[in-house]
């Protein structure tokens, strides 16, 4: 895999933020990094596990939407999010690539995956890698397994703890399809049953 890190935003202020606090030396090292722990989280050690994926180009971009979004291998993240930010920025971009570099990596059941659990394994390998913030939901949180984000990374990191391989178990079964089913042939039970017994384990952490 090969790597690319594009400052497209040079001249605003948040380009120049990246530029002082970041850089593009640092981004192109912490993303081996990052794909390296993705790849070991996923226990894709064989060429064959891996999603094929020629290069990897984040590009700091002067877009006003979300702080970052990825399209296929390009993660586009925003200056102006960049600029804004109130705190250790190092720390918030690395979590940031974190989070969206998975997204280049993992299977969504070619695209049968609900959108929360895709982002709930992103948020996963936040979590594992401690770059969580603060604010990120605590054990037991949530409305629904498959909310996504911060809820459902606390969820698969329950399952986790349960049978060790998990994630990495469920990534590979979505490598060409989804179904709910998958969960009970890893754990031997259907999903809401495992999210009834996550939830009643936590009600008395969280009233």
């Keep these: 895999v090969k790597y690319r890190a594009v400052n ?4 605003t202020p948040g380009g120049l933020r990246f530029k002082s606090e970041i850089g593009i030396p640092y981004t192109l090292q912490i993303m081996k990094t990052i794909n390296q722990f993705i790849w070991d ?12 994926v020629e290069t990897v180009t984040v ?23 960049l600029e804004g930010y109130k ?13 969206e570099i998975t997204h280049v990596f993992q299977w969504n059941g070619e695209g049968k995956a609900p959108i929360g ?4 394994i992103a948020d996963y390998m936040i979590l594992k890698s401690n770059y969580y913030p603060p604010a990120f939901a605590k054990r037991g949180q949530g409305e629904r397994w498959d909310q996504g984000y911060d809820f459902t990374a606390r969820f698969l990191e ?21 179904s709910e089913s998958y969960f009970k042939k890893i754990m031997g ?3 809401g049953e495992l999210w009834a017994e996550y939830k009643a384990m936590y009600s008395h952490h969280n009233g």
């Design 8 to 11: 497209t935003a040079t001249n």
């Design 41 to 52: 989280i996923f226990q894709q050690h064989n060429q064959s596990d891996q999603k094929l």
């Design 59 to 81: 590009f700091i971009d002067k877009n006003n939407g979300s702080e970052a979004v990825t399209y296929g291998e390009n993660i586009n993240v925003s200056s102006i999010y």
């Design 87 to 99: 705190g250790n920025l190092k720390w918030e971009y690395t979590s940031l690539l974190y989070h």
């Design 117 to 120: 659990l895709a982002e709930g």
């Design 158 to 178: 329950y399952c986790e703890g349960l049978k060790p391989g998990f994630v990495a178990s469920l990534n590979k079964m979505m490598r060409y399809d989804y």
């Design 189 to 191: 039970k259907p999903v």
